[in-house]
């Protein structure tokens, strides 16, 4: 009987082992997870909730080339405005939101982790965001530099690139936007100048 229970112990201790080798190490709790990204890019305080961008875009086969250019102000994630006009129903509003980082600082977000995807042979670290966006906004993150490599949402895949820092905060300079179901990609946007503003520039309206 003794040799049964040291055998049944022994063989829970060896499954307890494997399971844990082969699920890795215990994933960020999201709560740390949010602090160390919003860390490593300045800080909360630093994070761009106003702001003029000039920018590159193009889609379809043309994503490749040279694209067109405009200038936006952007208050997200209600506000995005392209000369004096308002863009109204706009996902480019939430999807601002997210590589800005306000929506992990939004009292109203609900997060949680989620399983890491692989982008470039690397594991990336993930949060689920519900509670301020319909539907849930999944967020990816470089486990060592903390920075945010893609979002899913929606029917797209973000990929962001090209970190660049501005008045104390860094952010992602360019990012391509693939279809979730045939990971072709379909548009190109590049940040080619930001600045933070203090106030809403005249003549618009929130």
Known sequence: MRKLLALLLWMSFITEVVVKTSAGAEPTPPLELVQKVVTAAGGEAKLLKLFRMKEEYNAGAAIKSPGSKRESVVEPPKSWWIGAKERGAEPGKIAAWAWTLGVLTDPASKIESIPDVTENDQALAGLRITGSVEPPLDMYFDPT?????????????????????????????????????????????????LERLPELPAGLQR
């Not at 690139?161 to 279809?179: I, L, N, Q, Y």
Request: hydrophobic share 35%; charged share 35%; net charge positive.
């Open 145 to 193: 530099s903390h920075q945010l490599i893609r979002v899913d949402w929606r029917n797209d895949i973000y990929r962001f690139s090209e970190w660049k820092e501005h008045d104390g905060t860094k952010f992602p300079a360019k990012c391509v936007m693939h279809r979730r179901k045939s990971g072709e990609p379909w548009f190109f946007h590049q940040i080619l100048e």
